[in-house]
């Protein structure tokens, strides 16, 4: 038995429970071909960054488990005709790792730096809109002091 990471994506217009029970569903698949599943994730609903099928949107989910090869075969079969999955992919890995991954990691930021990094960027977006509009206050200045000049001129 081998070390396996499947991720697919289903519908969006999939509810959070119907999803979950297809991906309990794939899971029971492999355990009942004498596998294990080690680890399920659900990284939520997510946008995509092009349609697939015409959806915008998925559910993405995480497996990884201990199976065979013609169990994995099994569920991949099944991920293929099943309507509700837009994607898969099944690779083969060398080890399980049991803490969570890269995508579960990334949802656990706290509001407190999603706020911080928001306001960053409001302000190097002001400070920025204030360089574009100084130009235009120099530019005033200059035609002031050409049309003083011009008075000037014309007061001689």
């Not at 794939?26 to 015409?54: C, M, P, Q």
């Not at 080890?95 to 706290?110: F, H, N, Q, V």
Request: charged share 45%; with cysteine; proline share 1%.
């Amino acid at each position: 038995m081998s070390f396996y990471e499947s991720v697919f994506i289903l519908r969006q217009d999939l509810t959070t429970d119907n999803a979950k029970a297809l991906c309990k569903k794939f899971s029971k698949i492999l355990e009942d071909d004498e596998g294990k599943v080690a680890k399920t994730e659900y990284w939520g609903l997510r946008n995509l960054t092009f349609k697939i099928n015409k959806n915008k949107k998925g559910h993405y989910f995480l497996i990884n488990s201990k199976s065979s090869g013609p169990a994995i075969l099994k569920m991949e079969k099944l991920l293929n005709i099943d309507e509700n999955i837009l994607r898969y992919l099944t690779i083969k890995i060398s080890k399980i790792e049991e803490e969570a991954s890269i995508m579960m990691k990334e949802d656990k930021r706290s509001d407190r730096e999603t706020r911080d990094r928001r306001d960053r960027r409001n302000k190097t977006t002001a400070a920025k809109t204030e360089e574009k509009e100084a130009p235009d206050k120099k530019e005033e200045k200059k035609e002031t002091i050409k049309d003083r000049e011009k008075k000037d001129i014309k007061a001689d």
